[in-house]
């Protein structure tokens, strides 16, 4: 079955950076893009960005550009995003999403990163 | 890449029909047949709905439907039940090659 699995809570100070990774199995992992989508405390979902795992590919959103690394390792089927110069306002769950015909069809458990001095 | 517009609250009682919009643009929605719909449940991860405006994976209710219409997508739930009470968001492709999401939509079964 396919899963999605998280890399556990961060705790991290402004102005860090935090890397979070979701290994993918139970499919063939350079098969189907991979998003991140981040939600913060009482908010609604916003998207960060995707990677092809096939070719090593990236798009990310406008907000995000200068700050946010996705990238993949495909002999351990695992994709990272790493998020640098956190800021209070970047306390969220970010979830890894499996996109299939343009939708995320299985999604990870979840990442908490909280950011506070 | 502006948020598309969702209601932020619908409600209706159980066995009634209900419709939550989405509305976008041209470079999103009206663009493309690539609409989702998520549900959330407080506390719990998002659960694919609807893709493609308005297949359904396996496994959901045929009392979700999606539709489209120009730049607004909705999606419809029949025969309300309690269990639909939850946070609804949509989902766009761009023409930026990117998602957007819409801002939820709490629905709130009486």
């Known amino acids: 079955q396919v899963q999605l699995v998280q890399s556990g809570a961060e705790v991290k100070k402004p102005g860090a950076s935090v890397k979070v990774s979701c290994e993918a199995s139970?499919?063939?992992?350079?098969?189907?893009?991979l998003h991140w989508v981040r939600q913060a405390p009482g908010q609604g979902l916003e998207w960060m960005g995707r990677?092809?795992?096939?070719?090593?590919?990236?798009i990310y959103a406008q907000n995000f550009r200068d700050r946010l690394t996705v990238t993949r390792d495909t002999s351990i089927t695992t994709a990272y995003m790493e998020l640098s110069d956190l800021r209070s306002d970047d306390t969220a769950i970010y979830y890894c999403?499996?996109?299939?015909?343009?939708?995320?069809?299985?999604w990870g458990q979840g990442t908490l990163v909280t950011v506070s001095s | 890449q502006s948020a598309l517009t969702q209601p932020a609250s619908v409600s209706g009682s159980p066995g009634q029909s209900i419709t939550i919009s989405c509305t976008g643009t041209?470079?999103?929605?009206?663009?493309?047949?690539?609409v989702s719909w998520y549900q959330q449940h407080p506390g719990k991860v998002p659960k694919l709905m609807i893709y493609?405006?308005?297949n359904r994976p396996s496994g959901v209710s045929n009392r979700f439907s999606g539709s489209k219409s120009g730049n607004t997508a909705s999606l419809t739930i029949s025969g309300l039940q309690a269990e639909d009470d939850a946070d609804y968001y949509c989902?766009?492709?761009?023409?930026?090659?990117?998602?957007?999401f819409g801002g939820g939509t709490q629905l709130t079964v009486l």
């Open positions: 999403v499996r996109d299939k015909s343009v939708a995320g069809d299985y």
């Open positions: 989902n766009s492709y761009t023409t930026r090659y990117t998602w957007v």
């Open positions: 041209s470079s999103d929605v009206g663009g493309y047949n690539y």
């Open positions: 493609g405006v308005s």
């Open positions: 139970g499919y063939t992992f350079t098969g189907y893009y």
């Open positions: 990677i092809d795992p096939n070719s090593g590919g990236t």
